[in-house]
């Protein structure tokens, strides 16, 4: 069994920042990558930041510049640092740990989500 556990979420002005983290628990044989994904209201959830374990990031074109994603693989933690917070960045962020089975294949699992608000 796998855990995510995200934190980091909440309300802000627009220009401010914020910093999502999300600790990976549990069974885990390898970590492949670990990302964060965003849904607004009646939208779908879509990247947002993504990044290997080999350090490799991919980003949104949407948040280029402005988010930071990070990983600590020592405690199996993915940051996301959020820079000049504009309000359509309001969504509900999830973060996303994709793993290695040790007889190969692998699992993806998703976090419980939490609430990134940005006020005009």
């Known amino acids: 069994q796998v855990q995510l556990v995200e934190s980091g979420g909440g309300l802000v002005q627009a220009g401010g920042s914020l910093r999502l983290s999300c600790a990976a628990s549990g069974s885990i044989f390898s970590i492949n990558a670990m990302g964060w994904y965003c849904q607004a209201p009646g939208k779908q959830r879509e990247l947002v930041a993504h990044?290997?374990?080999?350090?490799?990031?991919n980003y949104a074109d949407s948040v280029k510049g402005r988010f930071t994603i990070s990983r600590d693989n020592a405690k199996n933690t993915v940051y996301l640092q959020m820079n000049s917070l504009k309000p359509e960045d309001t969504a509900v962020y999830y973060c996303?740990?994709?793993?290695?089975?040790?007889?190969?294949?692998?699992?993806?699992?998703w976090g419980q989500g939490t609430q990134v608000t940005v006020s005009s």
């Open positions: 996303n740990l994709e793993t290695r089975r040790r007889w190969g294949g692998y699992d993806s699992y």
């Open positions: 990044i290997t374990s080999g350090g490799s990031t």
